[in-house]
């Protein structure tokens, strides 16, 4: 493994940018007409039953090598031969980033704003692609952050250290909050990424300034109860924890956004045991991602995924001892 690369392409990767603590605040305008066509440019939009949600892309990452970044816990010959047999390059993997949104009769929120100020070269494209969907920043009533690495939060300030989404509440579970105020470099011990020190020691410190700057928008999840009569939440702790699944319900029909449960179409779901570099807890991470797996295959429920191919909307049915992704197709991007 070269050291030096998987630090710049890993999952919570990006321009470490030390930001000032300093924020500014808004008002709560009404939300704005939204544009109501469909564009082969960056949005993918759909109805829920009475609510619509939006698929945008915040860009991608490519990983090389692949092996261990996708699958530490595989020998390098059983990655290959995964790889090969779907047909996929060896060398390296490209790994989306998606963003869900989601429309009600008065309210906007987002799912996740990734990488922003700590955007690579290939990151960082949600403005435009909200811009390109219709929407204003400004329109955003709420944020819910399935987890706290860099390439989820990052988008939330700018480089002049103010709020993108100055009206926003920002909705974050209390136990991933705690661990990140509180992380040191031995809460990474479980974890593949523990032998890059000075990657996880930055990250954490990236992390604490989002948080300082947030402060006053920030509220704790309850996960026994529903948010805004639309999500509801549960645990999925190990690639931090406390990641959570959202489940968005209207009506009759329901989406899950499994976020970081599953990084690219390959490996993981045929072997969900094979692990992610960036677990923080690799063995819990084995654990949640067999579950949900499952749970996601007997129920059929629809999922959409922060790293899945474009529009990372699909199912995951069994395939002998393992799981496999079978992704909704759209005659238009």
């Given at each position: 493994m070269n050291r030096r690369t998987l630090l710049k392409t890993s999952l919570a990767a990006g321009t470490f940018t030390q930001l000032p603590?300093?924020?500014?605040w808004a008002g709560n305008p009404a939300i704005s007409p939204l544009v109501n066509s469909d564009s082969p440019n960056g949005f993918k939009?759909?109805?829920l039953g009475d609510l619509e949600l939006t698929i945008l892309s915040d860009g991608y990452m490519r990983q090389s090598p692949v092996h261990p970044f996708l699958a530490p816990l595989a020998q390098p010959n059983e990655v290959k031969a995964s790889l090969e047999a779907a047909f996929r390059s060896t060398d390296s993997i490209d790994i989306a980033m998606n963003i869900g949104v989601v429309r009600s009769k008065d309210r906007l929120i987002l799912l996740d704003t990734g990488m922003g100020v700590f955007a690579g070269p290939t990151q960082g494209n949600l403005a435009r692609s909200l811009a390109k969907a219709g929407f204003k920043t400004t329109d955003v009533t709420d944020v819910i952050l399935s987890h706290a690495h860099t390439d989820h939060i990052g988008g939330l300030i700018?480089?002049?250290n103010k709020l993108v989404y100055p009206n926003a509440a920002v909705h974050i579970t209390k136990v991933e909050y705690e661990f990140w105020q509180q992380a040191t470099l031995a809460d990474f011990k479980k974890s593949p990424a523990y032998q890059m020190q000075d990657f996880v020691t930055q990250t954490i410190a990236n992390t604490q300034t989002v948080f300082k700057l947030l402060a006053?928008?920030?509220?704790?999840?309850d996960l026994s109860k529903e948010l805004h009569g639309i999500f509801t939440f549960e645990l999925a702790p190990g690639h931090t924890p406390g990641m959570i699944?959202?489940?968005i319900r209207s009506g009759s029909e329901e989406l899950m956004y499994i976020a970081d449960l599953i990084h690219a179409d390959v490996l993981l779901f045929d072997h969900p045991e094979w692990g992610f570099f960036g677990d923080t807890d690799l063995q819990q991470a084995v654990a949640s991602r067999k579950r949900v797996l499952q749970q996601l295959s007997e129920s059929k429920t629809k999922a959409f995924a922060f790293h899945l191919p474009?529009?990372?909307l699909g199912h995951v049915r069994q395939k002998g001892t393992g799981f496999e992704w079978v992704p909704e197709v759209?005659?238009?991007p």
């Open positions: 603590t300093r924020s500014a939009r759909f109805s700018d480089k002049q006053p928008r920030l509220n704790f999840i699944l959202t489940t474009w529009p990372a759209y005659a238009t």
